[in-house]
């Protein structure tokens, strides 16, 4: 079955300090992958995506997430956290479905809590 | 440019009632997906609509349903509610169908509650 999967319910990092934010999927053929953001009472922000190319993608607000095949993973990650990152973030996939039954899988978010 | 917009932002209705939700995409945007998010269950994909067409549509009970206007703009019916319908209801408007990869921008959702 196609999946996404993000194994940390809750992420807490100091400001200032690197930030990663797990991902891995399981779907066949080549996946299309993206990271979106979502703000209290907001709705999602689209960060970042991995169609093709350079597996380090790099996004929005200073983020970035790298495409590993052989792990299946597409982790985000930010060099130095901000508490306005403070948000729950979530990873989907495209499903490689047959003809245009195609649609994003999505993992079930991680909270992030940047300290001040 | 106007972002997605969806009305209304709050409802509250009566088990058995039947609900319509609204959605404007972005102008220009031919594409409309519609996702229901609960704390539990993240997102669940509802259906996509492409040039007024039903292109896919989720795991969902037939008392939900949608449609697409030849403006683009999409409405959401839920009839016949029950408790368990209660939750965020997304709206996504992209460039293109899902399967391309375009990204999508969604609304500020419609917060529903069933008593």
């Known amino acids: 079955a196609q999946s996404v999967a993000q194994p940390e319910d809750q992420v807490n990092v100091a400001e200032g300090n690197p930030l990663t934010v797990k991902c891995t999927y399981s779907?066949?053929?080549?996946?299309?992958l993206f990271w979106y953001v979502q703000y209290p009472n907001r709705g999602l922000q689209f960060l970042l995506k991995?169609?093709?190319?350079d597996n380090l993608v790099k996004g929005s607000y200073g983020f970035e997430a790298e495409f590993n095949k052989s792990q299946t993973s597409f982790h985000l990650k930010k060099p130095s956290a901000l508490v306005s990152d403070s948000a729950l973030y979530f990873c989907?996939?495209?499903?490689?479905?047959?003809?245009?039954?195609?649609?994003?899988?999505w993992g079930l978010g991680t909270s992030l809590a940047v300290n001040p | 440019k106007a972002g997605v917009t969806q009305t209304p932002r709050y409802l509250i209705k009566t088990r058995g009632q039947q609900v319509t939700l609204s959605c404007s995409p972005i102008?220009?945007?031919?594409?409309v997906s519609w996702y229901q998010q609960t704390p539990g269950q993240g997102l669940q994909f509802l259906f996509e609509?492409?040039?007024?067409?039903?292109?896919n549509k989720g795991n969902f009970p037939g008392r939900f349903s949608g449609r697409q206007f030849s403006n683009s703009r999409s409405e959401m019916n839920v009839s016949t509610l029950e408790l368990g319908d209660s939750a965020l209801y997304l709206c996504?408007?992209?460039?293109?169908?899902?399967?391309?990869?375009?990204?999508?921008?969604f609304g500020q959702g419609t917060r529903l509650t069933v008593v």
């Open positions: 996504a408007s992209s460039l293109d169908v899902t399967g391309s990869g375009t990204e999508a921008f």
């Open positions: 102008s220009g945007h031919r594409s």
């Open positions: 609509y492409f040039s007024e067409t039903q292109r």
């Open positions: 779907v066949s053929g080549n996946p299309y």
């Open positions: 991995y169609i093709t190319g």
């Open positions: 989907a996939v495209r499903s490689h479905n047959a003809g245009n039954n195609r649609k994003l899988i």
